[in-house]
């Protein structure tokens, strides 16, 4: 599944992501959007990890969706 795919559904994939990052607000959700980019970053920031990290938990994420 491509990202324009889930921006375009995010309300829907929005449980799916927040069962996976439970630690994200409803802010956050506000202000990703379903933008991938704005997504990486509030994983880096509640998680505390590096940006390669968040891309491959976010990558690895996105293959479960196929």
Known sequence: MNWDQIAGD???????IRE???KLTDDDF???????DQL??????RYGVAREEAEKQLSEFE???H
């Open 30 to 36: 506000t202000m990703i959007g379903g933008r991938r």
């Open 63 to 65: 293959h479960t969706l």
């Open 20 to 22: 996976k990052w439970g």
């Open 10 to 16: 995010w309300k829907q994939f929005g449980g799916r």
């Open 40 to 45: 990486l970053g509030a994983i880096q920031k």
